[in-house]
Structure formats: C-alpha cells, structure tokens
C-alpha cells in the first residue's frame, strides 16, 4: 500500500529566504508526482507535476524534483513571500490511465513578513 | 473557461440523514474524481469515474456512493451520516492525458452534529 510522508508538518520562515520541503513515498512504483498548494478553506491548486521519467520540473520560483529510486521529492521556494503562506500537498498517482492520488498530509508554511 | 464548480459549499446535517453533493467538471472533462478531507486522516481517495462508469474506489463504507451523468457531471451520496463524516469534500476533474494534473474544486465543507 503506498504511503505519502511529508516533513516537516509546518514550517515558518522570514520573508526571503530559500526552503525546501520534503516528500517521501514507500513504492518507487509510481506513475506522475504532483505537489499542490491549499489556502485555508478552500481547494487544491496545481504547483508542479513530474511525470515518473523526469527528475525536475520548474515553474517560477519553484522548482521541484524527483528521484524514484529513493522515493523522494523535494519542493524548493526561492526567495519566499508571505502570500506563500498555504499548506502544501504532494501526492502521488500509482496507475497509468487512472486519477487516483495518494496525498501526503502536507507542510503548513507561514511566511513571515 | 470555467473551472469545477460544487454544490452545495456548505452543508449542516444531523445524524442518520442522508446527503447528496454535486460537481460539475470542467468542460470537456470526462473523469471526475472525490476525495474526503480531514485534519485527523487528510486527503483520501472516495472514488473515480469515467464515462458515467466507476473506475476505482477507495476504502470507504458501502454508505459512500456516487454517480456520474452523461454531461460528466457527478454526485456523492453519503446514506446514514456519522459524525466522522463531518470533512470537506473535494471533487477534481481531468482530461485523462496522464500528462495534465487534476483540476480541484473549491470543496463543499459537511458538518454533521
């Protein structure tokens, strides 16, 4: 059964600075990683996905990576703003051709002005 | 163009009643997925459908049930209602390329006393 581990569950930081968030997976099986982002109350919104034969993807000042072998996924925040203020979700699809997703429980980060 | 709309966004039952949420995907989306949101257990899979057809469920009492119309929009009926129902419940939307993330909806928060 694959499980979805995030570190760390909430992390606070001054505007500016660099971050990394974790994500970890127990079956290297996977079909396409996909980190999101939550504001409070409301839905999901797509960051970034990488499809299982890529190692990166960039988008802006995020830049995510994949390393399948070891079944693990860094989400890096450059320069960090207080309007990145959310939690934020990685999850998982084990299934070609099916929606299913596994989330981890997501890093609350706050950035502090 | 328009993204996932559901309804209702809020929703007070008491226990034993039953409930029926709606989504509406994106246009031109045919697989509509729902998940339950919890702080104590997260994100977990309720089920996926494709073409009016149930393609995968999640680990989930026989009281969760859903369906999907020939316009791809989709309900979830929870029969009984426990107060462990009491979640927001997301439905997301794709085109099924596999190359193209999930499209979330704003939830519909359950709160059942």
């Known amino acids: 059964k694959q499980e979805v581990t995030q570190i760390p569950a909430a992390l606070s930081v001054p505007e500016g600075e660099n971050l990394v968030l974790n994500c970890s997976f127990t079956?290297?099986?996977?079909?396409?990683l996909q980190w999101f982002r939550q504001d409070p109350g409301k839905g999901l919104t797509s960051l970034l996905l990488?499809?299982?034969?890529?190692r990166e993807q960039t988008s802006g000042r995020l830049n995510a990576s994949l390393d399948k072998s070891s079944g693990r996924s860094t989400l890096y925040i450059a320069a960090s703003q207080p309007g990145d203020s959310a939690t934020y979700l990685c999850?998982?699809?084990?299934?070609?051709?099916?929606?299913?997703?596994?989330f981890g429980k997501g890093t609350k980060l706050t950035v502090n002005p | 163009k328009a993204g996932v709309t559901q309804t209702p966004r809020y929703l007070i039952k008491t226990r034993g009643q039953q409930v029926t949420l709606s989504c509406s995907p994106i246009?031109?989306?045919?697989?509509v997925s729902w998940y339950q949101q919890t702080p104590g257990q997260g994100l977990q899979f309720l089920f996926e459908?494709?073409?009016?057809?149930?393609?995968n469920k999640g680990n989930f009492p026989g009281r969760f049930s859903g369906r999907q119309f020939s316009n791809s929009r989709s309900e979830m009926n929870v029969s009984t209602l426990e107060l462990g129902d009491s979640a927001l419940y997301l439905c997301?939307?794709?085109?099924?390329?596999?190359?193209?993330?999930?499209?979330f909806g704003p939830g519909t928060r359950l709160l059942v006393l």
């Open positions: 246009s031109g989306h045919r697989s």
């Open positions: 997301a939307s794709s085109s099924l390329t596999g190359l193209e993330t999930q499209y």
């Open positions: 079956d290297s099986a996977i079909y396409n």
């Open positions: 990488i499809q299982s034969s890529q």
């Open positions: 999850a998982v699809s084990t299934q070609g051709g099916s929606e299913k997703l596994v």
């Open positions: 459908y494709f073409s009016e057809t149930q393609r």
